[in-house]
């Protein structure tokens, strides 16, 4: 059974541009989440999917968006990109409420 | 909102020692999971654990969801053990709150 995919595995981009992360979870779990992991701040929740429908939102400015697609698949974007965003962003998969979550690999953003 | 406290954050053990993480919580919890983040960053997952005792190995954990804390038992401690635990629980609102992590090293 393939486990939480994520691409890319690392990405640098520069201040200012906008970036797109992908997740695509395990086979027949239909809730995604996202968190961003930093030195400074730990691991954060950013949001959370269950069947395209956002559930819970964390508290990040509104250059964090994502969306779920029909698959489950779903994808984060941050715009107009600051060098505070550099961090390890880590998606799960679970297949419900009060069952056990699933992380992928993470992608690691470097803004310079 | 939830806090997540984990003890100690620093770890430092013998090849073959035993160890405790202590992780405690200031609400209820519908859900408790350990991890195991990787050099790499990757969480593995250890234990799903809302309540009760489980066994995996060398590892255990046990969950006291009424006094609000679990503890992960780590016995005969190996290099590969090294790394970084977190306690994260979630309260219902489909979100996962992280400790600290506690930073294990263990010498061989």
């Known amino acids: 059974k393939a486990g939480v995919t994520q691409t890319p595995r690392y990405l640098i981009k520069t201040r200012g541009q906008q970036v797109t992360l992908s997740c695509s979870p395990i086979?027949?779990?239909?809730?995604v989440s996202w968190y961003q992991q930093t030195p400074g701040q730990g691991l954060q929740f950013l949001f959370e999917?269950?069947?395209?429908?956002?559930?819970n939102k964390g508290n990040f400015p509104g250059r964090f968006s994502g969306r779920q697609f029909s698959n489950s698949r779903s994808e984060m974007n941050v715009s107009t990109l600051e060098l505070g965003d550099s961090a390890l962003y880590l998606c799960?998969?679970?297949?419900?409420?009060?069952?056990?979550?699933?992380f992928g690999q993470g992608t690691r953003l470097t803004v310079v | 909102g939830i806090q997540v406290e984990q003890s100690p954050p620093d770890l430092i053990l013998q090849e073959g020692a035993n160890s405790t993480l202590r992780c405690n919580f200031s609400?209820?919890?519908?859900?408790l999971q350990w991890f195991h983040q990787n050099p790499w960053g990757q969480l593995i997952n250890l234990f799903y654990?809302?309540?009760g005792t489980k066994q995996n190995g060398r590892l255990s954990a046990t969950t006291v969801a009424t006094e609000r804390y679990s503890l992960l038992y780590i016995s005969s401690s190996q290099t590969t053990d090294s790394g970084v635990y977190f306690c994260?629980?979630?309260?219902?609102?489909?979100?996962?709150?992280f400790g600290t992590g506690t930073r294990l090293k263990v010498l061989a």
């Open positions: 799960a998969s679970r297949a419900a409420l009060n069952t056990e979550a699933f």
């Open positions: 086979s027949g779990h239909r809730s």
């Open positions: 999917y269950f069947s395209e429908t956002q559930r």
């Open positions: 609400d209820s919890v519908n859900n």
């Open positions: 654990i809302p309540s």
């Open positions: 994260a629980v979630e309260t219902g609102t489909y979100k996962y709150i």
